[in-house]
């Protein structure tokens, strides 16, 4: 069985995959490490960087995820600021910025990034949805204070709507499959 380091201190997005990946023959093992935050808008750019920085201190095979929300009517934005919006605007505020706009759709890149000794190769999954007019629910089951207002493509509910199995068969049926599956085939074949 193969095995590989997640270099995150996030243990909601450790737990996330140290199941998926022990299902597809891997023994996934956390490397809980401060990495650097970079200024940049590049999901791909921030991604690189922490893989490098996490490989030089542990010097073994490993990736990191990264993400990035681009919500079209806002000519993207916010980008790769996902924790600093959550923090001080918040649902309201990105309500209030998208007040008038027709467009609301979006985008989430998670960015799944692998280094090791002689190479790096990365693997983007995105998630897609819509913006809702409102604030849905007063209470959040999910990460940030935004998902109480962010509609998975499909879906009729925000994620703060979705009741814990909600989320977990969602992350079983798209997030986990979206981020990880083209990374775990790679991978088994190097």
Do not use: C
Not at 28 to 49: C, G, H, M, N, T
Not at 94 to 103: A, D, I, P, V
Not at 119 to 138: D, Y
């Amino acid at each position: 069985m193969k095995s590989l380091y997640f270099a995150t201190s996030n243990k909601w997005k450790f737990a996330q995959a140290k199941g998926y990946f022990a299902d597809k023959g891997i023994v996934l093992k956390q490397f809980e490490v401060d990495l650097p935050e970079s200024r940049s808008e590049e999901v791909l750019e921030i991604a690189r960087e922490k893989a490098r920085a996490a490989f030089t201190k542990l010097k073994k095979p490993l990736f990191v995820i990264d993400g990035a929300l681009h919500i079209k009517a806002l000519n993207d934005f916010p980008k790769t600021y996902v924790k600093f919006i959550d923090k001080y605007l918040g649902a309201e505020g990105l309500l209030k910025l998208l007040e008038g706009e027709k467009n609301r759709n979006w985008e989430f890149v998670n960015l799944l990034f692998y280094k090791d000794r002689s190479q790096e190769k990365n693997f983007p999954g995105v998630l897609r949805g819509e913006v809702a007019l409102k604030i849905r629910s007063q209470h959040n089951n999910f990460v940030r204070d935004f998902d109480r207002i962010l509609f998975p493509e499909g879906k009729n509910k925000t994620y703060g709507e979705m009741s814990v199995e909600e989320v977990k068969k969602f992350n079983n049926e798209v997030w986990q499959p979206t981020v990880f599956d083209k990374f775990i085939k790679w991978f088994k074949n190097i």
